[in-house]
């Protein structure tokens, strides 16, 4: 299974995101499952793919050539396929994601899983979109959803669609079940 991850490329203030990140990399790889990821080597993106390759999983990851002009890329990945646009690389992305999970970061993150959502609640993705809700990091975005619900802007059928899973466990129950 193709899994795309996305996250933040720094660290945060907590050793909880780091300690998650790579317990996330380690089951992906122990499973034999492949992760997409923007192809970063900083912050919790490197974290995550040194925690794939070290369990021995595939890392496909997805970049801008401007971030490799920069030198952000990861060197030891499996693959690496550079784009010319941040738009290409989020197609790209979902173009090959069998399930998707929003990691804590930033507002890239956000974005990005917001695009998957909209896919979905759209009918253009019947993938999972699952929200790593980490001590409730997500839970303002949770709370947001159901008020969209609740003022008629999004149907609680598409809504129940976005998965929040507190940890990495739940995660690999829910897609051991699939």
Known sequence: ???????????????KYKNEVVRLGNWIGKAGHRLIYGGSRIGLMGELAEAVLTAGGEVIGVEPDFFVNSCLQHHGITRLIVTKTMAERKARMIELGDVFIAFPGGTGTLEEISEVMSQVRLGHNERPCIVLNLDGYYEPLRHMLDHMVLEGFLDKKSREKFIFAPDTESIAQFLDLM
């Open 1 to 15: 299974m193709n899994i795309t991850v996305y996250l933040g490329s720094a660290h945060g203030n907590d050793p």
